[in-house]
């Protein structure tokens, strides 16, 4: 079966307006609504998976695709409707982001900036390694994204915040 690979800049907004980032990945707009990019999706899927037998792996990325509310809904329809799906992210604030996304993402692309809790991108990374997913950890550093190895992130992360994997417990505790 032949691959058909679709990358989707989903939006050029992103909340966090890091002074690094490239207007072009920031200095959007709000996205549109969900049943615009739903019905594109299933429009590239009818085209390419239905009518010409084609698979599909998707990439998507943004601005910051976690700014979109509904992108849940969106990763599982194309998820649900393709053999690979990709994600370009900072990672988001929430918690619940991963939750409600992790099932659908094989590969991820994470952005570690300053501000973000290292707890939760340790929760992220922890939960990658756990499913054998694959994932890459890169840093912005002013203007452009410098690869780093995993271990020397998670050694940052751990001197950042100390005892995370106590923290994460106890955060997973408090919703049960």
Known sequence: MEKTIISWTLNDYCKAQCEYCPTHSRGGG?????NEYLR???LLIDSYRTKQGRSIEWI???GEPFDMDYMPQLLKLCRGNSDNLTLHTSGGRLWIDWWAVEPYVDNLVLTF??????????YIVDTFKSKGKSFTISAPIRNTHVQEDINRVLDRLDRMEGKLDDFIREQRSALN
């Open 60 to 62: 998507f990325n943004g």
């Open 40 to 42: 594109v999706a299933q």
């Open 113 to 122: 900036h300053h501000w973000q809790n290292p707890a939760l991108i340790k």
């Open 30 to 34: 709000l996205p549109p609504e969900i």
